[in-house]
């Protein structure tokens, strides 16, 4: 009776523990795809290194995600500093599930194929090569929503990398092929899901841009190599009878932060317009962290006005709270506006600027606290040479503030 008892004990014993058995990530590459409009898709590879951490490729960028969990037969993904996250059931080892931006209300279907390192699946050799500098219109002829860009582009066989410059940024690391005449390109952050895709000949090429399944509008561009875009640092003036930059804002603390306060006194100041949900701020901030721990100085000062989606001043802070932890920040920043992102509505926040062009712009101001340079928007890693000499002027500009 007790060897019967001490079987049927186990059986339950084991029974229970293969009930509560989760599922994990295996460990290895994925290529995972989102949803798009116009039944396209756009994919992007990451890498599992234990069951708690991935790696998501975009060219050269790498970006590590360290918080994983589990549930049942699901697995939640929690991106770094952005708030964009992936919910997805197991099927077998592939992924099945979505995309989630919860503030905005936006659901893009995600799939993920275990043991695929390929991102784009080709079929034809390459019948053009696009490296080199394009002039390129978005939304040609659309009132209020066509701008011009500068798309910047390298090609080994069909891969290609590179990313198109903006007046207000650009679209971060791309990667992708030129597949028989047509050329497709890929950036997935967490913020931005971007796709771009285009049918090429030798001098010019039209297509699409896609921003997730919400958003779609045409370009066209043409190869010039001597194309450029507009003097960043023109776009945003002081309006007339305006020598400074006023301002008063909530910390995470709720003690408003102004440019009078003692701790900008006499100093050279760097203001930074920004939101954490904004990829091309984040680029700015990481760089400006390192600028500003490595440049340690009684006379050198930097505050971030963000300015956030989050329909209350609690879950903004927790944004903020999240991305100075993320990246170390040191210096201030506060809410300047919540509830929304409108840049009108910004500018109004801050009315002796003409306007407020792009999240993020720069203002400088000197030890007297007069605006000295506007630099709107950031030319980031992606951009490659652009992305140093901005560093160079940067770092000629603010020593020669703190030298007068």
């Known amino acids: ?56 490729f975009n060219a050269e960028e790498r970006i590590e995600v360290d918080e994983i969990t589990y549930k049942n037969d699901s697995v939640f993904i929690q991106f ?41 699946l080709t079929e034809n050799e390459a019948k053009f090569n696009v490296e080199g500098i394009w002039e390129v219109v978005f939304s040609e002829g659309i009132e209020g929503d066509e701008y011009i ?27 992708g092929v030129v597949d028989g005449t047509r050329l497709k390109l890929s950036a997935f952050d967490a913020s931005h899901a971007f796709y ?22 045409p370009f066209r561009a043409k190869r010039n190599p001597n194309f450029d875009l507009p003097d960043s640092n023109k776009l945003t003036v002081l309006n007339d009878g305006y020598e400074t930059l006023e301002f008063s804002f909530p910390d995470e603390t709720g003690e408003l932060v102004s440019l009078t306060d003692a701790q900008f006194k006499n100093k050279v100041v760097i203001v930074q317009v920004m939101g954490t949900w904004c990829p091309n701020c984040l680029d700015e901030s990481k760089y400006y962290t390192q600028f500003y721990n490595q440049h340690k100085s009684d006379d050198l000062a930097f505050v971030a006005l963000a300015f956030e989606y989050d329909k209350t001043p609690e879950k903004a802070f927790d944004k903020i709270k999240r ?45 007297q606290g007069k605006v000295r340079k506007i630099h709107t928007g950031f030319n980031g ?3 490659g040479d652009k992305f140093v000499e901005f560093k160079k002027e940067f770092e000629g500009f603010v020593a020669a503030l703190l030298a007068e």
């Open 80 to 120: 770094p500093v952005f708030e964009g996250y992936v919910a997805a059931a197991f099927e077998g080892k592939n992924l099945e599930g979505d995309f989630i931006k919860e503030s905005v209300g936006r659901v893009v279907p995600f799939l993920a194929e275990f043991g695929n390192e390929q991102r784009f």
């Open 196 to 217: 771009f895709t285009a049918n090429l000949n030798d001098s010019s090429m039209n297509g699409y841009f896609y921003s997730g399944n919400h958003f779609k509008e």
């Open 323 to 367: 991305l100075k932890e993320r990246l170390q920040i040191n210096y201030p920043v506060v809410l300047a506006q919540y509830g929304g992102i409108d840049k009108v509505e910004a500018q109004q926040k801050l009315p002796m600027l003409n306007h407020v062009l792009s999240y993020p712009t720069s203002i400088f101001i000197d030890k």
């Open 1 to 56: 009776m007790r060897s019967v008892f001490v079987l049927v004990l186990c059986v339950l014993i084991l029974g229970c523990q293969q009930s509560e058995t989760i599922n994990k990530l295996e460990i290895g590459f994925y290529r995972a795809t989102l949803a798009l409009q116009d039944n396209e898709v756009l994919p992007f590879n990451f890498q599992v290194t234990s069951d708690s951490t991935l790696v998501v």
């Open 381 to 383: 890693p992606a951009t």
């Open 149 to 175: 860009a500068k798309g910047i582009f390298k090609q080994i066989g069909n891969q290609v990398t590179g990313t198109f410059r903006t007046k207000t940024g650009d679209y971060r690391f791309l990667e």
